[in-house]
């Protein structure tokens, strides 16, 4: 694909150097577009019937087939008239028609919505992007970054043993010969099958599912069921929000003051979810009986036989199951994260130390994303290394972080890998290698259904997932580092944070959270703030996961954190980076009650960076005490202690500003960590945040990126202080 975007450009420098260059579109062979390119094929015929009749949406009456004659960037995975006849078999054979034929449709709703489903689901337009060659598609079950006209993501399948074999969604065969098809306006991908994932959301699933024992999550759906989760996952899309955003009572926020672009507020506010799920298969090994023969008693029996919740105060064992505290309840929901999370972003590989999202393939340094599940509060972890061979939940690797065992007097590697010890038990555990982590496989591992849900992405796992004290105990001992995007899921259910489409390399995409409107559940937006996000995808940024908040204006807003996985002292700390010259400064506060919160301290003055204080224009030294690290070990943690009594931290080793390289943003001065806080903390319990403006100017920024629960044992440990990591 790049190959291509070199060689149309340099075909314009050679032929038109004299002129100006229209770059609205990167396409600029001599060549067919994607519908004449259809026009000249006749087993396209009935996909191109269906495309001039298939409006753009009911207020457009512009057809695809208008829209793939025009200048644009579409990827389309177009079937043959083999493969629309097979769809209709299969619909026929489902009682969805009387006859294989169009003929078969015995209402015009019914015939309209199966035209719109061959048809949106085919094609994905890149806007001023570009499209996808096969070169460019995702790995093995990942999504494409970018949704179909349907707004549905479609996943990639390759052979086992054919890697040449490629499907999409499992079940739309691409062909070998018709593939990769560089047109005008795009690329066309024969398929021999239609691409129409399942509009079933994840309650329809479970209650398909608990019947079906080929699904390979027939016990886990019964449980779901059990709790009375079945309408709750059954959320896919705000309608009210729809609503307000067609009629214009949402608006796009004015260009950001630094970027000079317009934020963009969302088209939808989709919901979505992510559930692990111990396989049927685990299931019929741990109790031996065969799926079908399971009950929901057996595994609440199982469960209070086991003992593993008995630490947890409160824990009910009655038949009550919706109740959250009640022992299934507890084990189901710690299985759901209220966010749809793609293979590829359960772990969001970005820039960290050594890696390129750009060109690498594996991981370098050992990563991990916490996330709050659904019911009681409490944290997963989701962790992957170069060592791990895949992505696992709760895995507790020692790392070789320059400390301890793992010092450099000892001659270890100080490099964030995998050491290939793991931490010891502490406390009840689901099993003896539990730190060693449960295992989240693939449908072909699993062997279990892998079909497409609507609002929803189902993961296998190889062992049992449960909170145990064994992982709140291993979770509470480390320091633990979350993006601001993670705690709020609407970004990732609507493609915000961590975007994968192949946008170009060097913009800033900049969007934007109204508040008129409670688009985040968990952020509070007061009056006269203007609530911006920035993506610096896919170019390198100096941010964690390559993403940034900036609030603008005399802003005022409250924020939901993560719950602490163990009662105990914790610093809460904040990562600010006083690169830019307009940075504010906020009265913090923190409570237990969004509505009862206190003052922390003295405001956080985000234009104080290592070295210099930038107010506007004006560079002036500041007192923090930076210094960059040294070969000396014992000094650089002198340096530290200096910077701590201040209030600022170095950033951490874990991340660069370039892609590839060695050197980390921990050797930047106007990248910091402030401490916000230290102070007690309770399990299972949310806490809330305030940021207010103390300043007068409209036009400053309150840098937001990431914030980090550090327990008393790691910041103020006498034997083994806390890692640059």
Same mark, same amino acid.
């Given at each position: ?560 954190? *993560?719950?602490?996985? /163990?009662? $105990?002292?914790? #610093?809460? @700390?904040? %990562?600010?980076? =006083? ?23 003295? *405001?956080?003055?985000? /234009?104080? $960076?290592?070295? #210099?204080? @930038?107010? %506007?224009?004006? =560079? ?106």
């Amino acid at each position: 694909m790049r190959r291509f975007l070199f060689a149309a450009a340099l075909l314009m420098t050679l032929c038109c150097c004299t002129e100006d260059i229209d770059m609205s579109s990167r396409y600029v062979f001599e060549g067919k577009t994607i519908t004449q390119y259809l026009e000249s094929k006749e087993y396209y015929s009935e996909y191109l019937r269906l495309l001039g009749k298939v409006p753009l949406s009911a207020y457009s009456k512009t057809t695809l087939k208008q829209l793939l004659s025009a200048r644009g960037h579409y990827t389309v995975f177009a079937p043959t008239n083999d493969a629309v006849q097979a769809y209709l078999d299969s619909l026929c054979r489902k009682g969805i028609i009387t006859e294989p034929s169009w003929d078969g449709f015995t209402d015009q709703h019914t015939l309209d919505s199966i035209e719109k489903v061959i048809v949106f689901n085919s094609v994905l337009d890149s806007g001023d992007q570009y499209a996808y060659d096969v070169t460019d598609f995702p790995k093995h079950e990942h999504e494409f970054g970018l949704s179909n006209m349907n707004n549905r993501k479609l996943r990639v399948f390759y052979g086992q043993h054919d890697l040449d074999s490629i499907s999409i969604d499992g079940v739309a065969v691409v062909s070998k010969t018709n593939r990769g098809i560089i047109l005008t306006n795009g690329y066309v991908h024969q398929v021999e099958g239609v691409v129409a994932p399942s509009d079933g959301r994840l309650g329809d699933f479970m209650r398909m599912w608990s019947k079906d024992p080929k699904s390979g999550y027939s016990v886990m759906s019964r449980l779901i069921l059990a709790c009375g989760l079945e309408d709750t996952l059954n959320a896919y899309r705000d309608e009210t929000w729809e609503h307000l955003y067609l009629t214009g009572q949402v608006k796009d926020l004015p260009k950001h003051t630094s970027v000079g672009q317009v934020g963009t507020i969302p088209q939808h506010r989709y919901y979505g979810f992510t559930l692990f799920a111990e396989t049927d298969r685990f299931w019929e090994e741990k109790l031996g009986k065969s799926a079908d023969e399971i009950k929901v008693t057996d595994i609440c029996d199982f469960l209070r036989e086991s003992g593993l919740f008995d630490y947890v105060a409160g824990t009910l064992f009655d038949d009550d199951y919706t109740n959250e505290m009640n022992v299934l309840n507890q084990f189901v929901t710690y299985h759901l994260l209220p966010q749809r999370i793609g293979r590829e972003k359960l772990v969001v590989h970005y820039n960290e130390l050594g890696y390129s999202y750009t060109s690498s393939t594996a991981p370098t340094i050992s990563i991990m994303d916490y996330y709050q599940t659904m019911g009681i509060p409490r944290l997963l972890k989701t962790f992957e290394s170069r060592e791990s061979n895949g992505i696992y939940l709760n895995r507790f690797p020692m790392l070789r972080n320059g400390r301890g065992q793992f010092g450099l007097a000892r001659m270890n590697a100080n490099d964030y890998h995998e050491s290939g010890q793991f931490h010891r038990l502490k406390g009840s555990s689901a099993f003896p290698n539990e730190n060693e982590g449960v295992r989240v496989l693939t449908y072909n591992e699993a062997g279990t259904d892998a079909t497409s849900v609507a609002n929803a992405v189902v993961y296998p796992i190889d062992n049992l997932l449960v909170c145990t004290e064994n992982v709140c105990n291993q979770i509470g001992s480390e320091r633990i580092r979350i993006d601001a995007g993670c705690m709020m899921p609407e970004l990732m259910n609507n493609d915000i944070r961590a975007p994968r489409a192949n946008y170009v390399y060097g913009a800033t995409s900049v969007r934007a959270i109204p508040t008129n409107y409670p688009y985040i559940a968990n952020v509070e937006i007061r009056e006269g703030t203007l609530f911006y996000f920035l993506s610096g995808y896919p170019s390198p940024y100096h941010n964690l996961q390559g993403d940034e908040f900036n609030i603008i204006g005399r802003y005022d807003f409250s924020m939901k954190l *993560p719950p602490v996985p /163990r009662a $105990g002292q914790y #610093e809460i @700390r904040f %990562g600010v980076a =006083t690169g830019s010259r307009v940075r504010s400064m906020a009265q913090v506060y923190f409570g237990a009650e969004r509505d009862k919160m206190y003052v922390t301290g003295i *405001p956080m003055d985000l /234009r104080i $960076g290592g070295l #210099e204080m @930038r107010i %506007g224009p004006t =560079t002036l030294p500041s007192d923090v005490g930076w210094e960059e690290d040294t070969d000396d070990e014992e000094y650089n943690d002198q340096v530290t202690k200096t910077m701590r009594t201040k209030g600022f931290m170095k950033a951490p080793n874990s991340w660069s500003n370039q892609f590839g390289s060695s050197r980390s943003v921990r050797n930047d001065h106007f990248m910091s960590r402030r401490i916000i806080m230290s102070t007690y903390l309770q399990p299972y319990k949310n806490y809330y945040i305030r940021f207010k403006s103390v300043l007068e100017e409209e036009a400053k920024e309150f840098y937001m990126d990431y914030f980090e629960y550090v327990p008393k044992e790691v910041y103020d440990n006498p034997e083994e202080s806390e890692d640059i990591w």
